[in-house]
T-cell receptor, first 113, second 114 residues
Framework: GNSVTQMEGPVTLSEEAFLTINCTYT??????LFWYVQYPGEGLQLLLK?????DKGSNKGFEATYRKETTSFHLEKGSVQVSDSAVYFC????????????FGKGMKLTVNP | SAVISQKPSRDICQRGTSLTIQCQVD?????MFWYRQQPGQSLTLIAT?????????ESGFVIDKFPISRPNLTFSTLTVSNMSPEDSSIYLC???????????FGEGSWLTVV
């Protein structure tokens, strides 16, 4: 079946540091890929998505590129802020048929001033 | 987009009781899902709520424990029955609007069973 493997934390960075959160997936065909973010005490929010190979999703300074050849969708940000402290989830939706999401385990990021 | 309202947002429940969580969307949606997020864990799909018919449950989840209703295109309920401390989780409603294919989540219902 479909699965997502993502870098587990927790991770602590200083403000303005570079962030990479690795995410790889296993799926048949061409799934859609997502990054969701969960801020402390809040629900899940869509951060960015990509629906086909080589697409780049971007939002709030975060980027991720859908790499079919490496089955990856790594999340990056050039300069993190304290307000980026949250839990980040990589997820996929299989091609055709089922609309349900499969999530990675999540990674908690803390950014210190 | 879709604005999702979940009630209750938080609750503390006694062991052995049942609680019903409501999910109301501000627009019609094609699909509605219920997820569970146990403390420190990722999200796990409980079931797909089907309008006018029985929900489709994932492996490890059963209707007797998690009865679900979906009477129309904008509303669904999830009941957590005969609760135990292991049911302490965030329960999230998720939808796909008729107008698009992005999946949206509610803010979750944070349940603690004592």
């Amino acid at each position: 079946g479909n699965s997502v493997t993502q870098m587990e934390g927790p991770v602590t960075l200083s403000e303005e540091a570079f962030l990479t959160i690795n995410c790889t997936y296993t799926a048949t065909g061409y799934p859609s890929l997502f990054w969701y973010v969960q801020y402390p005490g809040e629900g899940l929010q869509l951060l960015l998505k990509a629906t086909k190979a080589d697409d780049k999703g971007s939002n709030k300074g975060f980027e991720a590129t859908y790499r079919k050849e490496t089955t990856s969708f790594h999340l990056e940000k050039g300069s993190v802020q304290v307000s980026d402290s949250a839990v980040y989830f990589c997820a996929l939706k299989g091609q055709g048929g089922s609309e349900k999401l499969v999530f990675g385990k999540g990674m908690k990021l803390t950014v210190n001033p | 987009s879709a604005v999702i309202s979940q009630k209750p947002s938080r609750d503390i429940c006694q062991r052995g009781t049942s609680l019903t969580i409501q999910c109301q969307v501000d627009s019609q949606v094609t699909m509605m899902f219920w997820y569970r997020q146990q403390p420190g864990q990722s999200l796990t799909l409980i079931a797909t709520a089907n309008q006018g018919s029985e929900a489709t449950y994932e492996s490890g989840f059963v209707i007797d424990k998690f009865p679900i209703s979906r009477p129309n295109l904008t509303f669904s309920t999830l009941t957590v029955s005969n609760m135990s401390p292991e049911d302490s989780s965030i329960y999230l409603c998720s939808v796909i609007p008729i107008s698009g294919n992005t999946i949206y989540f509610g803010e979750g219902s944070w349940l603690t069973v004592v």
